[in-house]
């Protein structure tokens, strides 16, 4: 007889305005030069990746597609997120900040770049 797979729960995103807020100071903060009105922020629950926080963008053929202009979702997976402090939040969200390029194009920069890496 097959072995019966547990199937799990769906993924549940829903946008988080304290999460997006938070962005915004942080980028007010740090005088970064991003546009805060098209990064979007939403809490997972039940994802099952092994990062506290990811990003996502939104490509240029899909810009082209929907006629839409650049973005960024910052999710936060709330089973990780939320046990982390304060400080340690910031700098997850910083971290996140840091994968968007200077030409806001809705691509994503990746951790090393010709042997340099970003840090937070």
Same mark, same amino acid.
């Given at each position: 007889?097959? !072995?019966?797979?547990? /199937? /799990?729960?769906?993924?549940?995103?829903?946008?988080? $305005?304290?999460?997006?807020?938070?962005?915004?100071?942080?980028?007010?903060?740090?005088?970064?030069?991003?546009?805060?009105?098209?990064?979007?922020?939403?809490?997972?629950?039940?994802?099952?990746?092994?990062?506290?926080?990811?990003?996502?963008?939104?490509?240029?053929?899909?810009? $082209?597609?929907?006629?839409?202009?650049?973005?960024?979702?910052?999710?936060?997976?709330?089973?990780?997120?939320?046990?982390?402090?304060?400080?340690?939040?910031? !700098?997850? $969200?910083?971290?996140?900040?840091?994968?968007?390029?200077?030409?806001?194009?809705?691509?994503?920069?990746?951790?090393?770049?010709?042997?340099?890496?970003?840090?937070?």
């Amino acid at each position: 007889m097959a !072995k019966r797979l547990r /199937k /799990k729960p769906p993924v549940d995103w829903k946008s988080d $305005l304290g999460v997006k807020r938070r962005v915004g100071k942080i980028i007010d903060t740090l005088a970064l030069d991003l546009d805060k009105e098209r990064i979007y922020a939403f809490r997972s629950h039940n994802a099952k990746p092994r990062a506290l926080a990811r990003i996502w963008g939104l490509p240029r053929i899909w810009q $082209l597609a929907l006629d839409l202009k650049p973005g960024y979702i910052i999710e936060v997976i709330s089973e990780r997120f939320d046990k982390l402090d304060e400080i340690q939040k910031d !700098k997850v $969200l910083v971290h996140e900040l840091v994968h968007i390029p200077k030409t806001f194009s809705g691509s994503l920069r990746p951790h090393t770049r010709k042997h340099k890496h970003f840090d937070t």
